[in-house]
């Protein structure tokens, strides 16, 4: 029972290179998420998406693209990485109804420093 | 504007008192879910406390509490006797669009850092 696997775990990339964050949940949940940690930022919300073939943007999208594959599966890529998007990223899923939404369980997040 | 606002970056309690941890939220929605989550050193995120929109009892869970004013847009965390092990970030999180069928967007605030003393 693996919940919400991502990966790597850790990262250092040079700027202007590429990568792709990828997250696996089986938990059956529809919606996925995908944050960034910075000190005094809290969790800022990138992308998220409701199902297969469909995103949104959060508060920070800029630098970043996300795929859902299906519905176990969200990426995040980082096309041109910028020293701006060191961070730690989180990905997260939730379920559940409008009466009985399930809390937010989370990936054990991935250490990317760009230098 | 900021969805969830945390207005204290840090707070200090003696073990075994109270603190109550501020959150307020801006949403339009009826229909929304407010949680409570604990982020220790290690960097893991640790749900410890739901309450949603349509609740008219205040959530409790063991040792917290969800002090929820739904006219203020207030969901402030409740510990009761402090313990070290409590030494933590503490964030304020809302599940927005729950009733629309799409994606129900999950937004924190900037956290509260808690630090329990002897």
């Known amino acids: 029972n693996a919940g919400v696997t991502q990966t790597p775990k850790f990262q250092v990339l040079k700027t202007g290179q590429s990568m792709t964050l990828q997250c696996a949940q089986d938990m059956n949940h529809n919606s996925m998420y995908w944050y960034r940690q910075d000190p005094g930022m809290g969790l800022r919300l990138i992308y998220y998406?409701?199902?297969?073939?469909?995103?949104d943007k959060g508060e920070v999208p800029n630098g970043y693209n996300v795929s859902r594959l299906n519905k176990r599966e969200f990426s995040l890529r980082l096309e041109s990485a910028a020293p701006s998007q060191t961070s730690v990223y989180f990905c997260?899923?939730?379920?559940?109804?409008?009466?009985?939404?399930?809390?937010?369980?989370f990936g054990q997040g991935t250490r990317l420093t760009v230098v | 504007a900021q969805k969830i606002t945390q207005t204290q970056p840090g707070m200090f309690v003696q073990e075994k008192e109270a603190v109550t941890l501020d959150c307020t939220y801006d949403?339009?929605?009826?229909?929304?879910?407010l949680f409570w989550y604990k982020q220790p050193s290690s960097g893991e995120m640790i749900f410890l406390i739901y309450q949603g929109s349509y609740d008219e009892q205040n959530a409790t869970e063991g040792r917290y509490s969800l002090n929820f004013q739904k006219a203020r847009k207030s969901a402030n965390l409740v510990i009761s006797a402090s313990q070290l092990g409590d030494s933590a970030m503490y964030f304020c999180a809302m599940r927005e669009g729950l009733s629309t069928g799409t994606a129900s967007k999950l937004t924190f605030g900037t956290g509260t850092r808690l630090q329990v003393t002897l």
């Open positions: 998406s409701a199902s297969e073939g469909t995103t």
């Open positions: 997260a899923t939730s379920g559940g109804g409008e009466f009985n939404p399930t809390e937010a369980f």
């Open positions: 949403t339009s929605d009826q229909s929304y879910g």
